[in-house]
């Protein structure tokens, strides 16, 4: 499966029946917040935080995301998935004398930290191609500087609205810069440098960009149907965590973002790390704190205390929002255990250098965890009761298991490789043959994490079930697509976790089923007894 998200599209490889499915990545997240510069509404991929610098500029005091990402690296994440939101910002202006006139053209990227500078020349040009010109526009790391992060060179372009270079139509497919008027008649004149005369000078941007407003939860939200704020990432292939940091250092994201949020999590297959509030500063007010939580989600995972890390644009220590440490911790875990055996909750340590910005006694901590909450450290104890890190579903989730960390990781880590690694079947013929080659790839690939251990000690006939059949009811319209099921076994006895799975010519959607309370050994039976309620499913869903 290719990801070209970092060039702003994307390109999907589908895997066909004959190959297996692939293990889905469990350790990418995604960020979603204020940057210095970057892109607005693209979700880019980084791989480090000098990544992140070259893109979104660094360290900014204003944009809680910067550090976030930056402790997410630290604390051993890999992968990030970048969304710029803006409240108001303004792209700079570049402005070009065309005679009388001007060319005047905007930064396509907003904010103060965009550099811009341009040349004009007409080398090469015919004398009686009065209207055309060379234009070369760059991306310097300052203003005045000489160093060059980017560059476009526009050969031959032509102020001629007729000519097959028209300067309006070259720029659409800049990266740099578009217009932001109309273009003048006449071509912009050739930028001379003073001294010399020749043609090698460049002409700066003016300094009227803006970065806009702090983010409100309006802008973090964004927009379903625009794509914009947390739903910019729908752009993006696939991502486990999602962290929307603080909105602000002394403002916090809001309930509704957080439904939303989690809401688009449950679509995505993906986690949303929820930052505890910033007025919780003890264990005690956590624990009364929680008396009065709104949020509860089994797609949402939250840690205690917030994290004591040094600033480096302050030059002393801070206290954070920890949801850049804590899917860092969560991705570097699965670097040596998969991710149906996540490590307790006391096992996830911060690295050196990040600290819990309190200490949480022994009884508050399991206290917390029957809450949700798992509680961060940054040593290992001997004395420290084990507890297995929780979800934020406390009760309120379908099944039991969903308020286990590990639980729901696996089922995310099953639904979205099965989901991904079976895509083929949205364009194939339907039929008996399409249907058996499915059911038969993802047998293969279930029967991979039984012997993995990823269902316990089980045996291989009473850890999961699959079923495929014309009889399942409704499919996609048309001739092609499929629906099929398929569930595992829960830790509850005789109890399966069950969903279904339509694949069509206009994509995938996964979504549970009830579970079956089956006797061991009853598979047979229980697949055809499912066969009959995914049937009643399918056909009640809009």
Known sequence: MADSSQAGYRIEEISGPEEGICASGTARAAFVGRTLRGPVGRPLLVRSFADFQQTFGGLWQPSTLAYAVEQ???????EALVVRVVNGARPATLTLAAGGAVLEME???????????????????????ARDFNLTVQR????????????????????????????????????????????????????LDPASGLATAYVASNPDGDDGAPLTDYDVIGSATARTGLFALDEAEHFNFLCIPPLARDRDVSVATLLVAARFCRERRALLIVDPPAQWQTADEALRGMRRWEFFHD?????????????????????????GAVAGMLARSDEVRPPWAPPRSDEILLRPGHRPACLVPEQARERLATTGVNTLASVRSATRVPLAARTLAAGTAASGDWQLLGARRLALFILDSVARGTRWAGVAPRGPDTRARLEAQVREFLGQLHRAGAFGDRPLEQSFFVVCDER??????????????????????????????????????????????????????????????????LRSAP
Not at 72 to 78: A, P
Not at 109 to 128: C, H, K, M, S
Not at 308 to 321: I, T, Y
């Open 72 to 78: 997410f690296f630290d604390n051993g994440g890999r």
């Open 107 to 129: 930064a396509l990227q907003p904010g103060t930290r965009e550099f811009l500078r341009a040349a004009v020349d007409y080398d090469n040009v015919p004398a009686d191609a």
């Open 140 to 191: 310097v790391r300052a203003q005045g500087s000489g160093q060059v992060d980017d560059q476009e060179i526009f050969r031959r372009v032509s102020m001629d609205p007729a000519a097959e270079r028209y300067l309006a139509n070259v720029l659409r497919d800049s990266r740099l810069v578009r217009l932001a008027r109309a273009v003048p008649v006449r071509r912009p004149d050739a930028t």
């Open 299 to 323: 797609h949402a995972v939250m840690y205690f205390p917030r994290i004591l890390a040094h600033d480096k644009l302050r030059g002393h220590f801070e206290s954070f929002a920890p949801c």
């Open 472 to 537: 399942a009811g409704a499919e996609p319209p048309g001739p092609t697509g499929v629906a099929f099921g398929l569930g595992w076994a829960a830790a509850q006895a005789g109890e399966f976790h069950a969903f279904v799975v339509v694949h069509g010519a206009l994509g995938t959607t996964v979504r549970p089923a009830s579970a079956h309370r089956l006797t061991a050994g009853d598979l047979a039976p229980a697949e055809r007894d499912w066969v009959e309620s995914l049937a009643t499913a």
